[in-house]
């Protein structure tokens, strides 16, 4: 009987406020779309520095005509002086660094470069003696770029060694800006999200004040009547959340999972799979919210 009771109280009420009930849904369902968001880009944030700094080299860049560094001052690098460079990149200081190494000639990074601005007007103007020798190291442990560059640096025909790392971590840079603003933007939701539900169970306490009285009247407890009004503001919450995180599946397994996966074939993408962790925090969260600020508006407008 109770339980019939209060499950006709939670109808009623949606009822008696179903614009402001849509608008919560609406307006939680925006709000946790962009915090999954978030947590998605965070993600995948993750899952590409994984893959990628497993993949990045060090590039030791040796010295040819048009060189400008103090370290090539002396001319182009000699074939002694690329002998030498070899020579330490196998030395024994050196080998326990070092998975792999590749040399590239100034005709391989030509192709490279054709390959790589193959739509711009500049390709056919370079040629292979402007681009410079190098050595692609890869290295056991990513961290220890500065013992490469150390070593290699001030070896006679280098001009410059550069960690791959530092141009993947501008990248990321960028993501996690465009993650904090997501989450900037789902704490702005959110915030109204709370305001909303709170106006929509002041307003259906406000409507339906004369039963609560008959009830307080009859000794109904303080749950009995206050709990009609608490799920009303979960279930528009957690419709909401589970809205976003629909939404956020459709997006993770049909643009990212079907669309970028095919078109960037080398790059790790997070899966569908992701919104098993996310989907439920999603509506874990949107309920604790709409509960506490129901109980929290309760507490002052519905005095039991």
Known sequence: MRLAFILGEIGSGLRRNLSMVVSVVLVTFISLTFVGAAGMLQMQINQMKGYWYDKVQVAVFLCVDTSTAASCASGPVTDEQRAEIEAT?????????????????????????????????????????????????????????????????SLPGVE??????????????????????????????????????????????????????????????????????????????????????VTLWAVAHFFIGDWLASQYPDTAFISSSTMLVIGPALVLLGAVLAGISSLLTLRRYLKV
């Open 89 to 153: 990149l196998t030395s024994p200081a050196v080998e326990q660094y070092v998975d792999t190494y590749l040399y590239e000639s100034q005709e391989d990074a030509l192709g490279h470069f054709r390959d790589q601005f193959a739509n711009s007007p500049i390709v056919d103007s370079v040629t292979a003696d402007q681009l410079p020798e190098s050595f692609r190291i890869s290295l056991v442990d990513p961290q220890k770029y500065e013992v490469i560059n150390e070593i290699f640096s």
């Open 160 to 245: 410059v060694v550069v960690d791959q790392r530092e141009i993947l971590e501008k990248v990321f840079n960028v993501m996690n800006i465009a993650s904090l603003v997501a989450v900037g933007i789902a704490v702005i939701m959110i915030v109204c999200a709370i305001l909303l539900i709170a106006t929509t169970i002041r307003l259906s306490a406000f409507s339906r004040r004369r039963e609560t009285g008959i009830m307080r009247l009859v000794g109904a407890s303080k749950a009995v009547i206050q709990l009609p009004f608490v799920l009303e503001g979960v279930i528009a919450a957690v419709v909401g959340a589970l809205l976003a995180s």
